[in-house]
């Protein structure tokens, strides 16, 4: 992976124009949906208008933003770690551990679904670690290897408690798979960016040390980066973020993945501009994507993890497809 390098005034461009292209979304995507509101209304606390944009709309967009700026970072912050362009926040198991215990929870009763989902996202996060570190050297490819047999595993009990499901049980849990927006009160949006913004901003603040280590661990060492500490605070990192926001929204796909890559292809691979530039354009993507799903056929609702992947897998193909030709 090779890190271009890029000037200040485009640095500033970038980075004005994804940030604006996030608070454009946060600012009038609440707007649309089945029913018509006016911002003057809703300000001067009229109603409907103040109860639909205040108590439904502005959460699940704040919700939304959140989530797509936390996975977007993720994305770039895994894809550095492993080296790897089309690694995802889920790549090492944590989602598959919160989705797991999201299905037992739902099994059990359907109460505290999120709780559950942190608490087997957090399980997994120690398993992994644990299998890891019994190697004498923490490495990435230790890590990749740990995360994806863990993946496979909890994915095979997700089958195996969906398959004794009631039915209304398994249509709870096929939903929750997709992937989903809700509104979500204010309290939870607190804890949510308490956790996702500081996590990015520490993301940013080492973005350095992510280019050195995205050329190799051996570069990365040689000049002075404690590449094992790195990984192990990174990949918490990562983890921390995509266990918080799967626990609340459920996997939602391909924006870890299509974000990153699209800007690591119009700007490059310098982390300075990749992270702050992802977190903004993922914010805004998934804000627009969850648009889409509650107004295509609205009053329905559409999963917004169908919007995402009907958007990203093509995006998908279309990367694996320019890959090959340059090998």
């Not at 040390?209 to 980066?225: P, Y």
């Not at 993922?282 to 917004?304: M, N, Q, S």
């Given at each position: 992976?090779?890190?271009?390098?890029?000037?200040?005034?485009?640095?500033?461009?970038?980075?004005?124009?994804?940030?604006?292209?996030?608070?454009?979304?946060?600012?009038?995507?609440?707007?649309?949906?089945?029913a018509h509101i006016d911002y003057s209304r809703a300000i001067a606390g009229q109603s409907p208008d103040a109860e639909i944009l205040f108590g439904?709309?502005?959460?699940?967009?704040?919700?939304?933003?959140?989530?797509?700026?936390?996975?977007?970072?993720?994305?770039?912050?895994?894809?550095?770690?492993?080296?790897?362009?089309?690694?995802?926040?889920?790549?090492?198991?944590?989602?598959?551990?919160?989705?797991?215990?999201?299905?037992?929870?739902?099994?059990?009763?359907?109460?505290?679904?999120?709780?559950?989902?942190?608490?087997?996202?957090?399980?997994?996060?120690?398993?992994?670690?644990?299998?890891?570190?019994?190697?004498?050297?923490?490495?990435?490819?230790?890590?990749?290897?740990?995360?994806?047999?863990?993946?496979?595993?909890?994915?095979?009990?997700?089958?195996?408690?969906?398959?004794?499901?009631?039915?209304?049980?398994?249509?709870?849990?096929?939903?929750?798979?997709?992937?989903?927006?809700?509104?979500?009160?204010?309290?939870?949006?607190?804890?949510?960016?308490?956790?996702?913004?500081?996590?990015?901003?520490?993301?940013?603040?080492?973005?350095?040390?992510?280019?050195?280590?995205?050329?190799?661990?051996?570069?990365?060492?040689?000049?002075?980066?404690?590449?094992?500490?790195?990984?192990?605070?990174?990949?918490?990192?990562?983890?921390?973020?995509?266990?918080?926001?799967?626990?609340?929204?459920?996997?939602?796909?391909?924006?870890?993945?299509?974000?990153?890559?699209?800007?690591?292809?119009?700007?490059?691979?310098?982390?300075?501009?990749?992270?702050?530039?992802?977190?903004?354009?993922?914010?805004?993507?998934?804000?627009?994507?969850?648009?889409?799903?509650?107004?295509?056929?609205?009053?329905?609702?559409?999963?917004?993890?169908?919007?995402?992947?009907?958007?990203?897998?093509?995006?998908?193909?279309?990367?694996?497809?320019?890959?090959?030709?340059?090998?």
């Amino acid at each position: 992976m090779v890190v271009k390098q890029v000037t200040a005034r485009r640095v500033w461009t970038t980075s004005l124009l994804s940030f604006s292209a996030m608070v454009a979304a946060i600012a009038f995507l609440p707007l649309f949906g089945s029913a018509h509101i006016d911002y003057s209304r809703a300000i001067a606390g009229q109603s409907p208008d103040a109860e639909i944009l205040f108590g439904v709309r502005l959460p699940r967009v704040l919700l939304a933003a959140l989530t797509g700026g936390a996975l977007a970072a993720a994305g770039v912050l895994f894809q550095a770690l492993l080296r790897e362009t089309l690694a995802t926040p889920y790549t090492l198991g944590v989602s598959s551990g919160a989705s797991l215990g999201a299905v037992i929870a739902i099994c059990l009763g359907g109460g505290r679904v999120w709780p559950a989902s942190l608490l087997g996202a957090g399980l997994t996060l120690l398993l992994v670690m644990a299998i890891a570190s019994e190697s004498r050297r923490l490495s990435s490819f230790t890590l990749l290897m740990a995360g994806i047999t863990l993946n496979s595993i909890c994915m095979a009990l997700i089958l195996f408690f969906q398959n004794f499901a009631g039915f209304g049980q398994s249509f709870a849990i096929v939903r929750w798979l997709m992937g989903g927006i809700d509104a979500v009160p204010y309290g939870t949006l607190a804890w949510l960016s308490a956790v996702v913004l500081p996590s990015v901003i520490y993301l940013f603040w080492k973005s350095r040390e992510w280019n050195l280590l995205s050329m190799g661990e051996d570069w990365a060492a040689t000049r002075g980066v404690s590449t094992s500490t790195l990984i192990l605070t990174g990949y918490l990192i990562g983890s921390l973020l995509t266990g918080a926001v799967t626990a609340l929204t459920g996997p939602i796909g391909f924006v870890g993945l299509i974000v990153p890559h699209a800007l690591r292809l119009s700007i490059g691979a310098d982390h300075r501009l990749l992270i702050p530039s992802s977190f903004f354009l993922g914010a805004a993507f998934l804000t627009i994507c969850d648009t889409l799903a509650r107004t295509i056929l609205a009053p329905a609702e559409i999963p917004v993890g169908v919007i995402t992947a009907i958007l990203g897998g093509p995006f998908f193909i279309w990367m694996l497809r320019s890959r090959s030709k340059l090998h």
